[in-house]
């Protein structure tokens, strides 16, 4: 499975990004689908996942409300709706799949390239 993840960019607080993450390859329906984020000299934190049929999605309490997190499976592709974006928001946006429904980025075996996310005051 590779992931090729997209629409990062520079924001003003308050906007809003897409961010898409196109999956090749076999994604069986049991797949999960997160996004995490990074600072550099930060722990990558979780951000949401998706299960691959659609069934449930789960947010961190950071984003909940803001951010909302779906799928396109004809395209193989999951996105990240980014709305009142804060600067506190302002990270490196990470994809991955994996197979358990999981908050930690240790149950996730494939990951994509990152996407910069700028958000200004």
């Known amino acids: 499975v590779q992931l090729q993840a997209s629409g990062g960019g520079l924001v003003q607080a308050g906007g809003s990004l897409r961010l898409s993450c196109a999956a090749s390859?076999?994604?069986?329906?049991?797949?999960?689908m997160g996004w995490f984020r990074q600072v550099p000299g930060k722990e990558r934190e979780f951000v949401a996942l998706i299960r691959w049929n659609r069934a449930s999605t789960y947010y961190a309490d950071s984003v909940k409300g803001r951010f909302t997190i779906s799928s396109d499976n004809r395209k193989n592709t999951v996105y990240l709706q980014m709305d009142s974006l804060k600067p506190e928001d302002t990270a490196v946006y990470y994809c991955a799949v994996g197979s358990r429904y999981s908050s930690q980025q240790y149950d996730y075996n494939y990951w994509g390239q990152g996407t910069l996310v700028t958000v200004s005051s």
């Open positions: 390859g076999r994604i069986y329906s049991s797949a999960v």
